[in-house]
Nanobody, 124 residues
Framework: QVQLVESGGGLVQAGGSLRLSCAAS????????MGWFRQAPGKEREFVAA????????YYADSVKGRFTISRDNAKNTIYLQMNGLKPEDTAVYYC?????????????????WGQGTQVTVSS
């Protein structure tokens, strides 16, 4: 299995930026496809972005395309979510997720491991 720990959340003004990090345990990190999800108060958890084993393929939810960038550094066992042009609607708890597969996945049930989440709050 893999253990995931998110960090980097905080309070920012609309239009600002944050960079989230997710540190993964184990030496098998490079064999896992990874994703970011978020959950706003009173809402269901939703897909944000995904990245494959090598980092060569990414996929984004329509709501964040052009503003967010997912990346990974396998040498550091870490994935990132660079968030620019933040909007109040981006306010949520952001979760890192992992699955032992190579391809991109966009649905909640296809991920096996989850972090505890990090809060992102965007004021207007």
């Amino acid at each position: 299995q893999v253990q995931l720990v998110e960090s980097g959340g905080g309070l920012v003004q609309a239009g600002g930026s944050l960079r989230l990090s997710c540190a993964a345990s184990g030496r098998t990190f490079s064999t896992y496809a990874m994703g970011w999800f978020r959950q706003a108060p009173g809402k269901e958890r939703e897909f944000v972005a995904a990245i494959n084993w090598t980092g060569g393929s990414t996929y984004y939810a329509d709501s964040v395309k052009g503003r967010f960038t997912i990346s990974r550094d396998n040498a550091k066992n870490t994935i990132y979510l660079q968030m620019n042009g933040l909007k109040p609607e981006d306010t949520a708890v952001y979760y890192c997720a992992a699955r032992p597969g190579s391809g991109l996945r966009r649905t909640l049930g296809e991920y096996d491991y989850w972090g505890q989440g990090t809060q992102v709050t965007v004021s207007s």
